[in-house]
């Protein structure tokens, strides 16, 4: 059975940068939207961005405009969510999921990757 899986996450600076990937094992993400979302201790969880499959539509989440960039790399089979300017309150794990517009799918998250944005 096929699963996404997330990496790329860090520790980082306010104001730094990270690129987070998600890999497909066992089928093409060509086919499906696929999108970020993330959970803090404590918070719900929140989708951050997603990307059609057909036209490439993208969405994101209003803190997440302008900062962050959702793309896939079909030769790679991933997603990547591009993040700049990070900021503490961006601290969560997050998580690569099925999803469609600003519906996303929580229980389609693989393990997730842990991003800790601190001085």
């Known amino acids: 059975q096929g699963q996404l899986v997330e990496s790329g996450g860090g520790l980082v600076q306010p104001g730094g940068s990270l690129r987070l990937s998600c890999a497909a094992s066992?089928?093409?993400?060509?086919?499906?939207?696929i999108g970020w979302f993330r959970q803090a201790p404590g918070k719900e969880r929140e989708g951050v961005s997603c990307?059609?499959?057909?036209?490439?539509?993208?969405y994101y989440e209003d803190s997440a405009k302008g900062r962050f960039t959702i793309a896939r790399d079909k030769a790679k089979n991933t997603v990547a969510l591009q993040m700049n300017s990070l900021k503490p309150e961006d601290t969560a794990r997050y998580y690569c999921?099925?999803?469609?517009?600003?519906?996303?799918?929580?229980?389609?998250g693989g393990q997730g990757t842990q991003v800790t944005v601190s001085s």
């Open positions: 999921a099925f999803c469609t517009g600003s519906h996303f799918d929580f229980n389609s």
């Open positions: 066992g089928f093409s993400l060509d086919y499906y939207d």
């Open positions: 990307i059609g499959k057909y036209d490439g539509h993208t």
